[in-house]
């Protein structure tokens, strides 16, 4: 079965550096999303991106944090400037159209 | 834009019993019920879902029905097994390209 792969699993950054969180999605699938996790607390929608350009994107998504398709298969998150606050699971997701979205196994962030 | 309510927040049951967690949500545009089970430390995984032109899914042990008009829907979970025991997470869509909101979660215990 196919899969959203993310790397790292694990990321730990002192806190004002910046993070770039990676995501392959599933090849055939359109559109792509980041939601993140703090622990024990529900899945946040961070932003979605089709046709190479963000589609939406939640109040949590604002100048610290940028994605791009650099190619073909990367999805990539930026987050500038970190705080302690962004530590939290990152998951990328993907879907073919916007139903049935696939979670990647998701990046642990550490901030300290 | 759209919100989710779940309940209960914690559920235990019997082995064998059935588990039944309730999500209502806000946007009656709203077209596009997922449910998600993660395992600690793990991706949300889909399990099963739910458009809004039909009332009620079954998928084996699984079922979701949808009342669009009180706007609320259910996971009915029957004969419960230890490896239910996880958080299920429910979400809505609103119409259009929006993406998924998600409720805070249900940790569900099944005791054997």
């Known amino acids: 079965e196919p899969e959203v792969t993310q790397t790292p699993s694990h990321q730990v950054t002192q806190m004002g550096q910046e993070v770039i969180l990676r995501c392959v999605p599933i090849?055939?699938?359109?559109?792509f999303y980041w939601y993140r996790q703090i622990l024990g607390q529900k899945v946040e929608f961070l932003v979605s991106?089709?046709?190479?350009?963000?589609?939406?994107k939640s109040e949590i998504f604002d100048d610290q944090f940028s994605v791009e398709r650099p190619d073909g298969s990367n999805f990539t998150l930026k987050i500038r400037s970190t705080k302690l606050e962004d530590s939290a699971m990152y998951f990328c997701?993907?879907?073919?159209?916007?139903?049935?979205?696939?979670f990647g196994s998701g990046t642990r962030l550490t901030v300290v | 834009g759209e919100n989710v309510e779940q309940h209960p927040s914690t559920l235990s049951v019997q082995e064998g019993d059935s588990a039944v967690i309730k999500c209502t949500y806000s946007d009656s545009a709203s077209n596009y019920f997922p449910w998600y089970k993660q395992e600690l430390g793990k991706r949300p995984q889909l399990i099963i879902d739910i458009r809004s032109n039909v009332g009620e899914k079954k998928d084996q042990r699984i079922a979701v029905t949808l009342n669009k008009t009180a706007k609320h829907f259910s996971l009915h979970i029957t004969e419960t097994q230890p490896e239910d025991s996880a958080v299920y997470f429910c979400?809505?869509?609103?119409?259009?390209?929006?993406?998924?909101?998600f409720g805070k979660g249900t940790r569900l215990s099944v005791i054997a």
């Open positions: 090849s055939n699938h359109l559109y």
């Open positions: 997701a993907s879907s073919r159209e916007n139903y049935g979205y696939t």
């Open positions: 991106f089709y046709n190479n350009e963000i589609s939406e």
């Open positions: 979400a809505a869509r609103d119409s259009g390209n929006t993406p998924l909101v």
